[in-house]
């Protein structure tokens, strides 16, 4: 196997999670730690102007011990498990140092879970409690409660659990939490993160204290410079990406292991996240490639509707030549801009990349990107606008990020070199696999499953890609997803499925072709790109089976397929399409709750299209 690793940091000796809060707060009581959303006139998620509420470092300590006592007035002890169903909230971040200095252990759930799903992972924790957010998760709990003998207690979020724990914990002494506390170790199991899983059951994670804590220390250390690039301003961050999702996880704790400002909101919508942006004003950010896309596009409708499209067009042509230029000379491959594209870079900064930045709140510098694989252009565009990207690629197995692109030498389309203490190796083939340590410590009541996923302290992702000279690795597809067509080819389709998407209507693609003559694929179109597109062509809102006859439509979406098409040879190039009258969701089961797609179900729920597309 080829592989490159990254010196060790030394490993956490002592402690746990929560004790980060208690450091800080005596270091310094009255750093801001974090800021409530406090929205005037409507519940998290609307579109009422938001006031922030800062809570100290201090505040926040005592607000975790109160807690604290309250679960262990409750009932909850050392080693417990209790479920988190919830959006991201500052309650959630709360309850997770909450369990944590008391030993027990946060397991989350996805809000959009089915009941079958939560009393899988209930039942297979033996959680004693569940935190819900409102009072449908609270019913889909209470469906299958009567299947969950060790479950004790459902806490609503929204109907104040918190100030009724609180209170019922005011006769407990501090003293036993933090005897509890100290009792903590880094080997100590600190959560049970289910993987979303693209097929069967999903299968939970064993990550300990030390694990989760490694993981943040290489960030901060390895990135110090990224977090604290702020402008002058003390460094902040808002959280909008799922904290039942560990990339959201390992968010929250670097930032609070960092000492650094979290705001939290609770949906990746751009309705509501744009506005959120504005008024918290971080200096970086955590997303996901389709929060990137989803602003990229938007900025793009709002030019055209302002009647300057083609100012964005060539604003955005130029920001990644720019871009571009400045990486070549990076790795010693260019001269970097010339004088003129300089110029024109300058021009467009003030006409519309200024504008651009303030849409991520005026302050942000950099932005990190994981989750999935991000496009190339798309991270020279933002990078060419004066927001330096920073892909990184990590599994729940790895505690999240276990590459990353380094300060100073990114390269756009890679996810980077391995953190400090982490390896990276490419089999034979083809499959990356990872080590180090933040790798888990294997699935609940899964031996065999650990096993297989182990091997002499290494991590089989199931992820294929390479490493360039440099250590820089490059994703390529998921090994279960290879397409083998009917003529003996192999393809990995994530590439050419990402290509397609590039284009704005699109908003999904699955390429199709196991044991057939050649590619075919699925594709969805985005609804408010759409109705943008009808729009800007002079069309009505049809029935959506009309607008998908739209011989225009069709030759439009052919474009994209053609120019996808034109970085592989004919074997791997798709040859027909069929338009869907629906994105595929998460409700439908087409989509695990980290946007990655069902294959196998969506391969099902479609065998009639396929088969039109296959037909002679």
Not at 424 to 435: C, F, Y
């Amino acid at each position: 196997m080829r592989e490159f690793s990254s010196p060790p940091l030394a490993a956490p000796a002592t402690g746990g999670l929560a004790d980060s809060v208690y450091d800080t707060a005596e270091r310094t009581p009255g750093l801001v730690q974090l800021s409530r959303r406090a929205p005037a006139g409507g519940p998290p998620g609307d579109r009422s102007p938001v006031e922030w509420l800062d809570v100290t470092a201090v505040q926040f300590r005592d607000e975790v011990t109160a807690l604290a006592k309250g679960l262990l007035a409750r009932g909850v002890r050392y080693g417990d498990r209790v479920a988190l169903m919830s959006c991201t909230r500052y309650e959630w971040t709360l309850f997770d140092y909450a369990l944590w200095a008391i030993g027990a252990i946060p397991v989350p759930v996805y809000p959009s879970s089915a009941a079958e799903q939560v009393r899988w992972i209930l039942a297979e924790t033996r959680a004693v409690a569940c935190v819900v957010e409102n009072e449908d998760h609270a019913m889909t709990v209470g469906a299958v409660c009567d299947a969950l003998p060790d479950l004790a207690g459902i806490w609503q979020l929204d109907r104040g659990c918190v100030p009724e724990l609180v209170e019922d914990g005011r006769s407990v002494p501090d003293g036993l939490v933090h005897r509890q506390r100290l009792g903590v170790t880094p080997d100590a199991v600190a959560t049970v993160v289910y993987t979303s899983g693209t097929t069967g059951h999903p299968k939970g994670c064993l990550l300990t204290h030390g694990h989760l804590a490694a993981g943040a220390d290489a960030q901060l250390a390895g990135w110090h410079e990224v977090f604290r690039d702020t402008g002058g301003v003390p460094p902040a961050t808002l959280m909008f990406l799922p904290l039942a999702h560990i990339y959201g996880r390992m968010v929250q704790i670097t930032a609070v292991r960092g000492a650094i400002r979290i705001g939290h909101h609770g949906t990746l919508s751009t309705d509501t996240l744009l506005p959120a942006l504005t008024s918290f004003r971080p200096t970086y950010l955590h997303a996901v490639p389709y929060v990137f896309e989803r602003i990229h596009q938007r900025a793009r409708e709002a030019a055209e509707e302002a009647g300057r499209g083609e100012l964005f067009a060539q604003a955005g042509e130029v920001a990644i030549q720019w871009a571009a230029a400045r990486e070549q000379r990076t790795f010693g491959d260019g001269p970097g801009p010339s004088a003129a594209l300089r110029l024109r870079h300058h021009a467009y900064d003030r006409l519309v990349y200024q504008r651009l930045r303030a849409v991520l709140g005026g302050r942000v510098r950099n932005l990190i990107s994981g989750g999935s694989t991000l496009g190339r252009e798309l991270a020279l565009f933002f990078a060419g606008i004066g927001t330096t990207v920073y892909e990184g690629y990590g599994l729940t197995e790895s505690s999240a990020a276990i590459t990353a692109n380094p300060p100073r030498r990114t390269k756009a389309g890679t996810v980077g070199r391995p953190l400090p203490g982490a390896s990276v190796a490419i089999a034979g083939d083809g499959e990356v696999w990872v080590r180090g340590d933040t790798v888990f410590a294997g699935y609940l009541n899964h031996p065999r499953c650990t096993r297989q996923a182990l091997q002499e302290g290494w991590l089989a992702t199931g992820d294929l890609g390479s490493l360039d000279e440099d250590g820089y690795l490059s994703i390529t597809g998921r090994k279960k997803d290879l397409i083998v067509t009917s003529s003996g080819k192999n393809v990995a389709p994530a590439a050419l499925e990402d290509r397609v998407r590039a284009h704005p209507l699109i908003s999904q693609c699955l390429v199709v072709g196991d044991n057939r003559p050649h590619l075919t694929a699925l594709v969805t179109l985005d609804p408010p790109a759409l109705a943008h597109w009808l729009k800007s062509h002079g069309r009505e809102q049809l029935d959506i089976w009309a607008v998908l006859a739209d011989p225009e439509l069709h030759t439009e979406i052919q474009r994209a397929i053609a120019a996808a098409n034109t970085t592989v040879s004919r074997a791997e190039s798709i040859r027909a399409f069929r338009l869907l009258p629906e994105q595929f969701s998460i409700e439908q089961g087409l989509l695990t709750p980290s946007l990655k797609l069902r294959r196998q179900a969506i391969l099902q729920l479609h065998a009639a299209d396929i088969e039109e597309l296959y037909a002679p």
